[in-house]
């Protein structure tokens, strides 16, 4: 099972991109703000995707994917982009358009495997 962390600042959108991606079979943990998601990742040892919705502060943002890609270095990151011009705001490994949402459960349940967590030595 596909563990994504879903990372937006819209409630309504968080509640609906959690549930469609359950319906495919992936756990999900959403986050309401850049702060909420840094401290899902303390608490968690594996996350496989972190869904990035792009209208956070972009500076946050790119905090939150920074410490995802530092804590899960395998794990993926998809930016959703509300706009062409939102893409280039933060680095990931994947952007697709806020619009549609097949091409998010896609690219979280097809084109990823799940990750090992990174164990303390």
Known sequence: M?????CAC?????????????AHGC????????????LQMQDSDRF?????????DAQKARCVSQCFRHK?????????AFSYSD???IPTD????????????????TQWSPVE???SS
């Open 2 to 6: 596909v563990k994504v962390l879903n």
């Open 10 to 22: 819209d409630a309504e959108l968080l509640e609906l991109r959690a549930a469609l991606l359950r």
């Open 27 to 38: 756990e999900v943990v959403s986050a309401e703000s850049p702060e909420d998601a840094l």
């Open 48 to 56: 496989d995707v972190l869904l990035l919705c792009y209208d956070m």
């Open 72 to 80: 899960y270095p395998r794990g993926k990151i998809i930016g959703i």
């Open 87 to 89: 893409s280039d705001a």
């Open 94 to 109: 994947k952007t697709i358009s806020a619009h549609d949402p097949d091409a998010m459960v896609e690219a979280v349940t």
């Open 117 to 119: 967590p990174i164990r």
